[in-house]
């Protein structure tokens, strides 16, 4: 429940008194003075005050009848209202008769600011509900039908099917600014931000997207993304989650074994971040072998680039011979040297196929 306190009651003390030439005072639902124009009378009871407060009236005292009242001066004091609710009391110090006129416009404006800073805290509140809510939702515990309530009735629409784009900012703004800034052009999209420079984006999947357009426009506005990695439509909550599990092992994957690459996609790497994401699993090992053992008589670097080079185009000796700028026969004695270093031949399915998964983990130089 909204209530007031000392800073916005001298916040409309100091804007009513830098036009009245009277002092002002502002007081709570209980009579305390919170902001005064005389600094002495902050936090003291005013029971002029306790009067609007008892009859919600204005009560317009005299200098008579403010010699009856503890704490109280010669003046008008005004309910103030806040959704048709007493929230606190207007005072203005002085003759009744010459401040009527003025306490009404100054009432009016009170009430206004009053209206605006619980927009402000109702907004702000809001904000960081709905960032809680999508933190729960998309970390695992947020599957109970209650919160999944609570995110349709926040208007967050957790039906929606999404796509989850994660960001890695170099510099720049935050990833709070970026996040501000993609759900006021994209509505419907979700963002958390896992750290100071990193943006999880769940866009809405009907939202078409030319991501090398989007980063240069983000360039434009100061931020310099090092890389994207962007994920598989998601139908669910769960299918979300497990959609942000994989662009996370994407963007790690694209950070060390392709770190030329800006935009990553999951339809393009599943595989090698699939491969990444279990790197440390001992029987990989067995993946990289070979190709350290070539790595170590291949100073050049020819003997791994044509192998990549062999896969990329699925074993089509002319057309990876063409993309090579070499002769088929360099380009078979290649291959059978690959063979003879690695002892897995790159002519076979299961030799291609391994040294291919070995390849996905193998940083590019």
């Not at 729960?136 to 947020?142: E, R, T, V």
């Not at 208007?155 to 703004?173: D, I, N, T, Y």
């Not at 994209?186 to 963002?191: A, E, F, K, M, Q």
């Not at 897995?344 to 940083?363: F, K």
């Amino acid at each position: 429940m909204f209530e007031l306190d000392h800073d916005l009651a001298q916040d409309i003390v100091d804007r009513a008194m830098a036009i009245l030439p009277c002092n002002v005072n502002v007081m709570d639902s209980q009579g305390l003075i919170l902001g005064s124009g005389e600094p002495e009378r902050i936090n003291t009871r005013h029971e002029g005050a306790q009067l609007v407060l008892a009859n919600g009236r204005i009560v317009e005292l005299d200098s008579e009848a403010a010699k009856c009242l503890k704490g109280v001066q010669p003046g008008v004091n005004l309910p103030l209202m806040l959704d048709d609710r007493l929230i606190g009391v207007l005072g203005l110090t002085g003759d009744p008769q010459q401040l009527r006129t003025y306490a009404e416009l100054v009432r009016m404006t009170a009430e206004m600011l009053l209206a605006q800073r619980h927009l402000q805290i109702e907004q702000q509140w809001r904000r960081q509900r709905c960032d809680d809510l999508l933190a729960l939702l998309l970390g695992g515990s947020g599957e109970s039908p209650r919160l999944v309530d609570e995110a349709r009735q926040l208007g967050l629409k957790p039906q929606l099917p999404r796509v989850p784009c994660l960001f890695e900012l170099e510099a720049g703004p935050p990833g709070e600014a970026l996040s501000a800034w993609l759900t006021s052009r994209y509505p419907d999209s979700w963002c958390v931000s896992p750290a100071r420079q990193s943006l999880l984006w769940c866009r809405p999947a009907s939202v078409a997207l030319d991501e090398v357009r989007l980063i240069e426009r983000l360039q434009r506005h100061g931020w310099q993304v090092q890389r994207l990695a962007l994920g598989s439509v998601a139908q669910s909550l769960e299918q979300l989650r497990r959609g942000y599990r994989r662009v996370r092992d994407l963007l790690a994957y694209g950070r060390e074994v392709v770190p030329g690459e800006r935009v990553l996609s999951l339809s393009r790497y599943r595989l090698p971040a699939l491969l990444w994401r279990h790197r440390n699993d001992d029987a990989l090992d067995e993946l990289l072998e070979p190709l350290q053992r070539i790595r170590a008589k291949d100073a050049s670097g020819q003997l791994l680039a044509t192998l990549r080079a062999w896969c990329a185009h699925d074993g089509q000796s002319q057309a990876c011979a063409d993309a090579l700028g070499i002769h088929r026969n360099s380009l078979r004695y290649r291959l059978e040297r690959i063979a003879e270093l690695g002892e897995v031949d790159p002519l076979r399915l299961e030799g291609m196929l391994s040294l291919y998964l070995g390849l996905q983990l193998l940083p590019a130089e």
